[in-house]
């Protein structure tokens, strides 16, 4: 992961001029169809489809909420509760990267940990930011579910997996329009160097999809008015690379 990210923000300095100027991003096209890969290029965004709109960072990953850090979110389903509380052996209302591994095995897959420990970043508890807790349980389990949805709606043979046409068209199903350049590294990523068409399963679909959605949450910071350019200094580009880059360690 850490040579994804070397060659991603190589990619992005020497796009970039002397000012630091964030590139541009490329204007959202108009939905893909399921059944296809076309698109078309009109729209009014940056980064998503007028169906998508820009939500504040972090309104869909953990933190802090109305609900507060303990107890979990009214209305949350008995299986989620469940899930949470058969991992959480000491009953201290938080779980770590081998629990939230083993709950999530149990209703999605046994994700790798490296994609956890991503998950347990992006959705991170403000009391503490190594394990999670049953709010943040919830959020990441009523996201997986949306991301599942999006994931199986380009699974169109039901193999398990998805293509790097598919994974760029299901990107956006879930509103993002990533940038050819970017979704090539993202590709290279899981390139095994085999020669063989790169397939992503539902894992590699998520860990690709949280890569994009936050690094591009954090951008939104500095691009407050949405023109797919920022103005960055030093110390905010390395404050968005590296919590990136320590979550995989």
């Known amino acids: 992961m850490a040579s994804f990210f070397g060659r991603f923000t190589s990619h992005s300095s020497s796009s970039s001029n002397s000012n630091s100027h964030a590139p541009s991003a490329p204007y959202a096209p108009s939905a893909p169809e399921a059944h296809g890969h076309e698109h078309s290029h009109e729209t009014a965004s940056p980064y998503f489809s007028e169906h998508h709109p820009p939500q504040p960072y972090g309104s869909n990953y953990g933190g802090v909420s109305s609900y507060g850090s303990y107890g979990f979110p009214p209305g949350t389903p008995p299986e989620v509760i469940r899930s949470f509380q058969m991992v959480d052996r000491d009953g201290s209302g938080f779980i770590d990267e081998n629990e939230l591994q083993q709950a999530l095995s149990s209703g999605y897959q046994r994700f790798s940990l490296r994609t956890v420990r991503l998950l347990i970043f992006l959705f991170r508890n403000p009391v503490d930011s190594s394990r999670m807790g049953p709010n943040e349980f919830t959020a990441l389990w009523n996201c997986l579910g949306q991301w599942r949805g999006t994931f199986e709606r380009y699974d169109r043979d039901r193999s398990g997996k998805i293509d790097a046409l598919e994974m760029r068209d299901a990107l956006y199903g879930l509103g ?13 990523l899981y390139d095994d160097q085999s020669g063989r068409r790169v397939e992503f399963n539902f894992g590699s679909f998520v860990e690709c999809g949280m890569i994009v959605k936050g690094l591009t949450e954090k951008f939104k910071e ?11 200094t030093y110390e905010d580009f390395m404050s968005t690379i590296l919590p990136f880059l320590v979550s995989y360690s």
């Open 176 to 188: 993002y329009a990533v940038p050819s350049s970017v979704l090539k590294l993202l590709i290279s």
């Open 222 to 232: 500095k691009d407050r008015h949405y023109t797919g350019s920022a103005m960055l």
